[in-house]
């Protein structure tokens, strides 16, 4: 970890506010920048890979905690892809120079959203996706949902979802799907200005690896790689599995 300590960065007004929790560490250009997955954290295993990995070459790291995550503010119950976004956007606003852009499961789908909303300012020099969790509010969850469950989203609201990572599983609330449906790719394509290397493990059970070679073929105009772990899970976390990670930062970087 950086020697710089936990910052906060006040994020949306009124009720809506919340302080979210960023750690930086300062170097070189093209820095990295961290999206983490639904209900993770920023000091999870890939995100202190990430941060050993730029203390070793001089570049600067950023990451943090969406709302209702980690050290941040705000409760996960209100978590949205709009609001996570917006957040994104915010702690992105505070880098400077180009940054390579990490997104895990989830992060994977903001870190396109952030792509494509940022193209204009050119100042994303690469994507690297980890088992990109694209749509993942409509393919993911609620098209997986049995009939009593999508029942119970309707009339109470919310819903619980098992896990493999979370004994009570995760709780998936109705607004949360319908946010989603703004910002669905669908099967259009999806232009990012940038290349893009896309890790996924195919024994993934939360994000099948037949999810990421779809997403390939809608990504068609732009230098995409697709490197698929026969052995690997949702998690990639195994310390080679940190490796191909780093490596594909420094992928990214050279095909600009």
Not at 117 to 136: F, T
Not at 192 to 206: A, K, M, R, S, W
């Amino acid at each position: 970890m950086s020697g710089n300590g936990v910052e906060t960065l006040r994020v949306g007004e009124g009720t809506s506010g919340r302080d979210i929790a960023v750690l930086r560490r300062t170097g070189a250009t093209p820095g990295i920048f961290w999206l983490g997955g639904f209900a993770s954290d920023m000091r999870g295993s890939k995100a202190e890979a990430l941060d050993a990995f730029a203390a070793r070459s001089g570049r600067g790291f950023t990451r943090f905690d969406y709302s209702g995550h980690g050290a941040s503010g705000g409760a996960f119950a209100d978590g949205t892809i709009s609001r996570w976004l917006e957040e994104a956007r915010a702690v992105f606003a505070t880098t400077e120079g180009p940054q390579v852009v990490v997104g895990s499961s989830m992060g994977g789908w903001l870190a396109l959203l952030l792509a494509e909303a940022l193209r204009a300012e050119r100042r994303i020099a690469g994507l690297v996706l980890i088992a990109p969790a694209v749509d993942m509010t409509r393919a993911l969850m609620f098209d997986q949902m049995s009939r009593k469950e999508k029942k119970q989203l309707a009339e109470e609201g919310a819903v619980a979802m098992p896990s493999d990572y979370s004994a009570a599983g995760y709780t998936i609330t109705r607004t949360l799907v319908e946010d989603g449906d703004r910002h669905l790719f669908g099967a259009r394509l999806i232009e990012t200005g940038c290349p893009v290397h896309i890790l996924q493990g195919v024994e993934d059970t939360d994000v099948p690896w037949q999810h990421a070679t779809a997403l390939v073929s809608r990504l068609a105009s732009d230098d995409v790689v697709l490197t698929l772990v026969k052995d690997g899970d949702h998690r990639l976390s195994r310390p080679e599995d940190l490796e191909r990670m780093t490596a594909a930062v420094e992928g990214v970087t050279a095909m600009d």
